[in-house]
Nanobody
Framework: QLQLVESGGGLVQPGGSLRLSCEVS????????IGWFRQTPGYERQGVAS????????EYAESVKGRFTVSSDNAKNTVSLQMNSLKPEDTAVYYC????????????????????WGQGAQVTVSS
């Protein structure tokens, strides 16, 4: 059974940075599309970024391009989301998820295509 655990959330001031980590166990993160999603009151769960290491593919939501970077550490079987220049609108519960090939390409941001989910990490951007 694949397990995902997020860490690294917290409170940060606007313009600051946070790094979220998704530790994967029970399988290699390399062979899954690892997606980052966020849940904000009043909105559906939003795809933020994804990385499909075995396919050499990353994706980003337009709202975070240039600010967020998703990366993988194969040795640690971990995927990270580096979040820079944070804005109050980035406040959300962030989830990592793992999905198969059905999440590739145009489906990367569709939460229902992912099979495994972490517990979520709260990110609050406020002064």
């Amino acid at each position: 059974q694949l397990q995902l655990v997020e860490s690294g959330g917290g409170l940060v001031q606007p313009g600051g940075s946070l790094r979220l980590s998704c530790e994967v166990s029970g399988g290699s993160a390399t062979y899954y599309n690892i997606g980052w999603f966020r849940q904000t009151p009043g909105y559906e769960r939003q795809g933020v970024a994804s990385i499909y290491s075995s396919l050499g593919k990353t994706e980003y939501a337009e709202s975070v391009k240039g600010r967020f970077t998703v990366s993988s550490d194969n040795a640690k079987n971990t995927v990270s989301l580096q979040m820079n220049s944070l804005k109050p609108e980035d406040t959300a519960v962030y989830y990592c998820a793992a999905g198969g090939v059905s999440t590739y390409g145009g489906n990367w941001y569709r939460s229902y295509e992912y099979d495994y989910w972490g517990q979520g990490a709260q990110v609050t951007v406020s002064s």
